[in-house]
């Protein structure tokens, strides 16, 4: 070989070790933000077509009408307003939703289906009382998507995509109490920041504000953000952005992260994202731990709990937003249900100093 040749053969190998690491198929570009911005969505085209199938229905819903749930059986508590048919018809598809290989047996005793004394009937009569909840109550977010347990479980007992609280590190090893960092993880998108984020923002409604800055830049009561809380931050967002599969410029302008007005309206739907979440855990999950046996909890002996992969698992809308509910009124009843207090509007950024 010549020497010319040895260069071009080099050359030529760089060149494809180098394209070896891009991505070389097809990609779709959605614009997402105002003209102009570079605020785009950059997708590869075989991605969309992993977005989960539905199942479909166990069998045609039945016609309303009929004797009342409460009424044809004894210890009917909460779907006591929907008619018998119908009450057999969501019996069928939670199985098929949570337990399709054990059956109906995973929750009830054979010889008696009005006992309660199997646990995973408990969980899953106040997991139908969450659903119905998130089908009215969570509208700004859901909108008239709706879900169903399929949107969490997917055929499993336990939906794959969980959190709990993380083990309390020990203070006395060589390595010091590590407070959750530098340890990369799907949590926090194998990142280094800590994994301390989902308990600070996604507990209960009592959780962090979700902030880095400060609104004011002196000491005073009402600048409370602290470097702490910067990196919890950094660390949610990171999870939102690889939960539903989009980059920062879904929802920010990177001309500044914080101001409302430059966001775009999918931040607002995130806003109320962040709210549900918290209602889920705080209200419904973190209740049960009396209910689950201890196999069933974490390390801290907290029951599993959501973040936003849960129901999104890599896409901006769950099942590519086809919505199930529509075919199980049972679990989006049309009356009003729990009255959960009406969500705030996004508060708008100070501009005045205090
Ligand atoms: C994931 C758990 C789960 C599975 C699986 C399940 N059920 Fe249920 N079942 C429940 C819950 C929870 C209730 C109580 C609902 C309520 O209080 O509103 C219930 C109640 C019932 C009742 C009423 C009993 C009474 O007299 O109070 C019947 C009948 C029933 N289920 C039948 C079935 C059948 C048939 C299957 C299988 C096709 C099935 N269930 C599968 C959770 C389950
Ligand atoms: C927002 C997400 C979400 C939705 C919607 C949801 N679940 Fe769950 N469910 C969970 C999580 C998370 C757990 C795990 C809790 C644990 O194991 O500590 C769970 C656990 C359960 C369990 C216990 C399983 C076991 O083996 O221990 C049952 C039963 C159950 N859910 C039934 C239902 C039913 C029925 C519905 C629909 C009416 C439903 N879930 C809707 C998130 C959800
Ligand atoms: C799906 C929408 C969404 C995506 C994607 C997203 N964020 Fe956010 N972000 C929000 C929302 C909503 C808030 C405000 C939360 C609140 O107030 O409860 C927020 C808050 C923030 C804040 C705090 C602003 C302040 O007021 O102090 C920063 C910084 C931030 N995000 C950075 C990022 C970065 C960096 C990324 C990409 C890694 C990202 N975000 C991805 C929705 C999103
Ligand atoms: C209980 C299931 C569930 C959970 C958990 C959940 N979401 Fe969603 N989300 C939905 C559904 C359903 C839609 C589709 C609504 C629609 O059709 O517009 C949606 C839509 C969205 C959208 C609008 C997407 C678009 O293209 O318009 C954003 C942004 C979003 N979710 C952010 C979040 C964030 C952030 C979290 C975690 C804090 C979260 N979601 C947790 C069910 C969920």
Redesign the pocket.
């Known amino acids: 070989m010549t020497r010319t040749m040895l260069l071009r053969f080099g050359a030529a190998l760089a060149g494809a070790a180098l394209l070896g690491a891009c991505q070389l198929e097809t990609k779709s570009v959605q614009q997402t933000g105002f003209r102009g911005t570079g605020m785009d969505q950059v997708h590869l085209v075989s991605d969309k077509k992993k977005i989960g199938e539905v199942p479909a229905p166990p069998y045609d819903p039945p016609k309303p009408g009929g004797k009342p749930?409460r009424e044809?059986?004894?210890?009917?508590?909460?779907?006591?307003d929907i008619s018998e048919d119908e009450?057999?018809y969501t019996?069928?598809a939670?199985?098929q939703w949570?337990?399709p290989e054990?059956?109906?047996?995973?929750?009830?005793n054979p010889a008696n289906?009005?006992s309660d004394e199997i646990y995973?009937?408990?969980?899953?009569?106040r997991?139908?009382q969450m659903t119905r909840n998130i089908n009215t109550s969570w509208t700004q977010h859901v909108k008239q998507t709706g879900v169903t347990?399929y949107t969490c479980h997917r055929g499993q007992?336990i939906p794959s995509e969980n959190w709990a609280l993380p083990a309390a590190g020990n203070p006395d090893t060589i390595l010091g109490n590590k407070h959750g960092q530098n340890a990369p993880m799907v949590s926090t998108a194998y990142s280094s920041l800590p994994n301390t984020a989902f308990a600070k923002y996604l507990l209960n409604s009592d959780s962090s504000q979700i902030r880095v800055q400060s609104e004011y830049s002196h000491p005073s009561k009402l600048a409370t953000t602290s470097t702490m809380e910067t990196e919890g931050t950094y660390s949610l967002m990171m999870h939102t952005s690889t939960a539903l599969g989009v980059n920062c410029a879904f929802c920010h302008n990177a001309g500044s992260f914080q101001a409302w007005n430059m966001s775009t309206p999918k931040r607002v739907g995130a806003w109320y994202g962040y709210r549900m979440v918290r209602d889920i855990n705080g209200s419904y999950i973190t209740p049960l731990a009396s209910v689950f046996p201890k196999h069933r909890l974490g390390p801290m002996g907290d029951p599993l709990k959501v973040n936003c992969t849960t129901c999104h698992r890599g896409v901006n809308k769950p099942l590519g937003g086809v919505s199930m509910v529509k075919d199980y009124p049972a679990l989006r009843p049309s009356g009003p249900l729990v009255t959960a207090a009406a969500a705030p509007a996004p508060a708008a950024a100070p501009t005045k100093m205090p």
Not at 102 to 108: D, K, V
Not at 120 to 125: D, G, N, S
């Open positions: 749930a044809a059986y004894q210890n009917v508590q909460v779907l006591g009450f057999s019996m069928a939670i199985t949570i337990a054990q059956g109906c047996n995973y929750c009830h289906m009005a995973t009937k408990k969980v899953a009569r997991m139908l347990c007992a």
